[in-house]
């Protein structure tokens, strides 16, 4: 990945393409158990699995904790800026300068940026106070090195 650009909340990279086939392993149950597949037979390209739109796409690197837990400090971003944004999608917001994420919501001629961390407010602006721009639509996380326990 190439970094393009820093900010305080997040590192832009360019997405490096590559075809990366990993084996399949079939599906898994998250509910109750199913018989195992007896073999691998398909492979999957993740880099065509994440990215639809490779000349409009970017990544980001989080740095801050205002959607955890599902977004954590490390994490990346797959963020797609050929998409119409609308409200209740998680979006690249560009406001007043300085780039943030947030689900968006849009009532009347206001603009709503809602945290998932409850320890963070809510953000409402109207185009008088702010200029704000949605700069893409983020399509995937990926939580790397996050230990996944029940007990955290």
């Known amino acids: 990945m190439e970094k393009i650009f820093s900010s305080s909340d997040f590192d832009f990279f360019t997405p490096c393409l590559s075809e990366l086939e990993l084996p399949l392993a079939g599906e898994i149950a998250c509910g109750f158990p199913s018989p195992a597949d007896d073999f ?3 492979s999957l390209d993740v880099n065509k699995l994440l990215v639809k739109h490779p000349d409009a796409t970017f990544y980001a690197v989080a740095r801050g904790t ?3 837990p599902l977004v ?6 797959v963020i ?8 209740d999608l998680l979006a690249c917001c560009f406001i007043d300068g ?3 994420a947030k689900w968006i919501e849009k009532s009347g001629d206001k603009i709503r940026l809602i945290p998932l961390n409850p320890d963070f407010p809510t953000l409402e602006y109207s185009p008088e106070e702010a200029e704000i721009y949605i700069w893409g639509i983020v399509t995937s ?3 790397n090195n996050v230990r996944l326990s029940r007990l955290q």
């Open 40 to 42: 691998l037979q398909e």
């Open 66 to 68: 205002s959607l955890a």
């Open 72 to 77: 954590q400090p490390g994490s990346i971003m």
């Open 80 to 87: 797609d800026r050929s998409l119409e944004w609308s409200s």
């Open 98 to 100: 300085e780039f943030t």
């Open 141 to 143: 996380i990926i939580n």
